[in-house]
């Protein structure tokens, strides 16, 4: 069944000649009798007595109101397409971890606002691995995360390196190790560390950084913000491995502490994903593009303000 045989059907029904159907179809009456002949042969039933004037038989009247919503349901899919197509979508979900939000994301956002006030924008920050899953499951349409291989292996996902930023110690301003110019590993072993909570990408790479040097991870506390960690931090002898995004606000803070480690230094990828099918669809595509704008921009301005607090 196709939906030129329905709307064929509609038309001599409302119209009750093939005639005038195929005026108010813009075709010929010839294809008006083949699309209705179609239908009548695939449903194995006579739909119209022709004669003088085209009238329903009881196939058709039994047909007539169910084709009546199938024509109503497929004429507003296909209207809703072509606005989403044409960038007439209500709204556009972003998940993004922490860092993102408070950094790269602002002047995306000013500027995406300003250029589509007609599009709702909704931002969410998550975890690297919630934030993946509700891409996938089609709650979001882009995420911003650290990059994971592993959760991002399937062919429609469209997966863009951002940046790639350092991995530093935070501690409190009188902390033992505040002394150091750079931690050692071995030393990082021997404090109490504020990790994230699972389901963060930090959480896993700070982990397996420690498993593959062989060294002990005293995790004494799991935290899910930036505020908590500083907080916490800023209270006692905790220390915590955080990338320099999420360090902004520590730089300039002088009951804080930030210090490089030694060599090996860590490092954390950040990428943001979607899927192939959404970047045809313009509001998602111009955010990808204003995102992809800012990010290198972003991370200098971070690695300023670090080398700057060092400086003084």
């Known amino acids: 069944m196709r939906i030129e045989q329905l709307q064929a059907f509609l038309a001599v029904a409302d119209t009750g000649s093939f005639q005038a159907a195929a005026h108010q179809c813009r075709v010929t009456q010839s294809t008006v009798s083949r699309q209705v002949q179609a239908l009548e042969t695939e449903l194995d039933a006579p739909l119209f007595h022709r004669g003088s004037q085209a009238k329903l038989t009881v196939a058709g009247e039994r047909l007539l109101p169910k084709a009546r919503r199938i024509y109503q349901d497929w004429t507003q899919v296909a209207r809703d ?11 556009l979900c972003v998940a993004a971890i ?3 939000c408070s950094t790269l994301l602002p002047p995306v956002l000013q500027r995406f606002c300003a250029e589509f006030p007609q ?6 920050a998550l975890g690297s691995d919630r934030s993946l899953k509700v ?21 429609e996902m469209v997966v863009t390196p951002l940046f790639e930023e350092n991995v ?4 409190g301003a009188d902390h033992p190790l505040a002394s150091q110019p750079q931690v050692s590993w071995e030393a990082l072993s021997r404090f109490s560390q504020v990790i994230f909570k699972d389901g963060y990408g930090m959480q896993r790479l700070v982990q397996e950084q420690f498993q593959h040097r062989g060294e002990s991870l005293n995790a004494a506390l799991e935290l899910n913000t930036l505020d908590a960690f500083r907080g ?5 002898n ?22 490089p480690t ?18 045809s669809i313009p509001p998602i595509r111009r955010f990808y593009d204003l995102v992809q704008g800012v990010s290198a921009t972003v991370l200098d301005s971070v690695k300023q303000v670090e080398a700057a607090m060092v400086q003084r």
């Open 135 to 155: 891409l996938r499951d089609g709650l979001v349409d882009l995420a911003i995360v650290m990059h994971n291989p592993r959760l991002v292996s399937q062919s």
């Open 238 to 259: 905790f220390i915590a491995l955080l990338p320099q995004s999420a360090l902004v606000e520590c730089y300039a803070d002088p009951t804080l502490a930030v210090r």
């Open 81 to 91: 397409i072509a606005d989403l197509m044409a960038g007439k979508q209500p709204e």
């Open 98 to 100: 922490q860092s993102v």
């Open 232 to 236: 916490v931090i800023r209270q006692g």
């Open 119 to 124: 599009v709702q924008l909704r931002v969410t």
């Open 262 to 279: 030694e060599d090996p230094t860590l490092t954390r990828s950040v990428v943001m994903v979607t899927t192939r099918d959404r970047l």
């Open 168 to 171: 530093e110690v935070l501690m």
